[in-house]
């Protein structure tokens, strides 16, 4: 079987131009059913394109919740070396956990609050613009909005004016922006506010779930994929919604329909 979440992205096609260009792709998870797995399938598929189109593609990865070491050895599992990636200026790693960048140190001035964002912000701007001079394919990740808030001092604001910004840059320089949050974090009067406006910045929702018969031990959950601007099979623009169960294994992750395995 084809892989469903490679379908539901729009990643099953052959051409040289990345999908996901001019567009941002939210994954929201929660604390029985991680999410993770789908941003690190995004960037295998990213820094593994075709020949002719892998000296065009570089990622950005903004890291508030583990540190590149983590990220390598994930990947390196997935058969994508990340240190080689960075060697060859395709791979650009932000650590927000120890505020360092390539290259440079956040100020002492600049180390908490909003202005942590406002900085950060520069910085990505800064790196695009550059890489667009040699790069014609960018990706921006994000690996946790939730603890950018806690970076931000808890400003809900601070986090949409920071993502609203990064959207700015899928138009000026149809880049991609890829972003995990934990929806389960929020009261019921919060989630609103950050969770419904974060959702409509997305073109792509991708929602990581538990099965609602409860937990299997064959089956980690479920994905619901919610594609704003899918065409459909005549050529037209539309959304589609794509559900289906998945299993994560040590080298791979398993999608398949309910009722199937793959």
């Known amino acids: 079987m084809d892989n469903l979440l490679d ?38 598929r990213f820094l593994s394109p075709q020949p002719a189109a892998a000296s065009n593609h570089s990622l950005i990865l903004v890291a508030f919740s583990q540190p590149l070491s983590h990220y390598d050895r994930v990947l390196r599992k997935l058969g994508c070396n990340l240190v080689a990636q960075r060697d060859h200026d395709r791979f650009l790693f932000f650590d927000m956990l120890n505020l360092r960048f390539p290259g440079e140190e956040f100020r002492d001035d600049v180390k908490t609050g909003s202005s942590v964002l406002v900085s950060l912000f520069e910085k990505i701007y800064n790196a695009v613009r550059a890489l667009s001079a040699e790069k014609n394919c960018i990706t921006i990740v994000i690996d946790d909005i ?23 840059l899928t138009s000026e320089f149809d880049c991609s922006v890829v972003a995990l949050n934990h929806g389960d974090i929020y009261s019921t009067t919060e989630k609103p506010m950050l969770m419904l406006n974060l959702e409509y910045l997305s073109n792509i929702l991708v929602r990581a779930e538990p099965l609602a018969t409860g937990s299997a031990v064959d089956v980690h959950g479920q994905l619901m994929v919610f594609n704003k601007g899918e065409h459909d099979g005549q050529g037209t623009p539309g959304s589609k919604v794509h559900n289906f169960h998945f299993r994560v294994k040590e080298n791979s992750v398993d999608f398949f329909y309910p009722g199937g395995r793959g």
């Not at 539901?8 to 941002?24: E, N, S």
């Not at 806690?150 to 993502?163: E, H, K, P, R, T």
């Open 146 to 168: 939730a603890l950018m808030e806690v970076v931000a001092n808890g400003s809900s604001d601070s986090v949409l004016d920071f993502l609203h910004y990064c959207r700015t």
């Open 7 to 44: 379908r539901a992205l729009g990643l099953d096609g052959r051409g040289d131009r990345w999908p996901l260009l001019g567009k941002v792709v939210l994954v929201e998870d929660c604390v029985e059913t991680g999410g993770a797995f789908v941003v690190h399938h995004i960037i295998k």
